[in-house]
């Protein structure tokens, strides 16, 4: 048989070298295959899919998304979680981060805000008709941050949605409509807009100035439709 000794007598009887090639070739080509699918996976490219393509089966793929961040970022401190949507061509995808990937985003300041360009890499999750990317890695996202375009408030329109802009002007009136979001009515000499702020951003910024009705202002924001 395999044994090198009698189990009986005690005699070193040897191996067959068939058996022994057996042994080393088999130990020899486990590793090789290994290093091989290393080697491939390294080299692969994640491929970039679009929200109108994702469906069912590609459930827990690992893919690519890019889009523009087309809603403020969400944190939540117990749970360590930061949750952000990102807009392309054909919808919208929500994305999220747990413990330490968001920890680590928050050191570096590395946070998506609303209009800047991103490129994600993660988990793909679909659930019966809803599908949201979970960010695996921090690395996995290349982040490029919004430059605001200073305008005056006539020329904000449909046209700029989610792009960053700059405005001047003076607040003329404030409303809560519920805790949480404040809403200062901005004009200048073509116009008004309204500025929100949002306590959803509170715990990743440096919080928003003191301002009244009355004061001169700047603005730099997001355009959003609502």
Same mark, same amino acid.
């Given at each position: 048989g395999p044994y090198a000794m009698c189990p009986y007598c005690g005699e070193v009887v040897g191996q067959r070298m068939v058996v022994r090639i057996f042994r080393v070739g088999?130990?020899?080509l486990a590793i090789g295959g290994v290093l091989v699918l290393l080697l491939v996976a390294s080299r692969a490219e994640v491929p970039t899919v679009e929200t109108g393509d994702m469906v069912g089966r590609m459930n827990w793929a690992?893919? #690519?998304v890019e889009g523009v961040v087309s809603r403020q970022p969400s944190y939540d401190a117990a749970a360590k979680t930061l949750k952000f949507w990102v807009r392309d061509g054909a919808g919208e995808i929500l994305v999220t981060t747990y413990r330490s990937e968001t920890e680590d985003? =928050? *050191?570096?300041? #590395? $946070?998506?805000?609303?209009g800047?360009?991103? *490129? =994600?890499?993660?988990t793909l999750r679909i659930k019966e008709d809803f599908e949201y990317l979970v960010l695996n890695n921090p690395q996995g996202m290349e982040l490029v941050p919004a430059k605001p375009e200073e305008l005056a $408030? *006539?020329?904000?329109?449909m046209g700029r949605l989610y792009e960053v802009v700059t405005l001047h002007g003076v607040i003329r009136d404030e409303r809560r409509p519920y805790e949480?979001? #404040? $809403? =200062? @009515?901005?004009?200048d000499a073509t116009g008004g807009i309204d500025i929100? =702020?949002?306590?959803d951003t509170l715990a990743l910024t440096e919080g928003f100035p003191e301002v009244s009705v009355g004061q001169s202002v700047q603005v @730099?924001?997001?355009v959003e439709q609502y």
């Open positions: 088999s130990l020899v690992y893919v #690519r985003l =928050l *050191a570096e300041g #590395r $946070i998506p805000f609303m800047d360009h991103v *490129a =994600l890499e993660g $408030i *006539a020329e904000v329109d949480g979001l #404040r $809403i =200062l @009515t901005l004009f929100t =702020l949002s306590s @730099t924001g997001t």
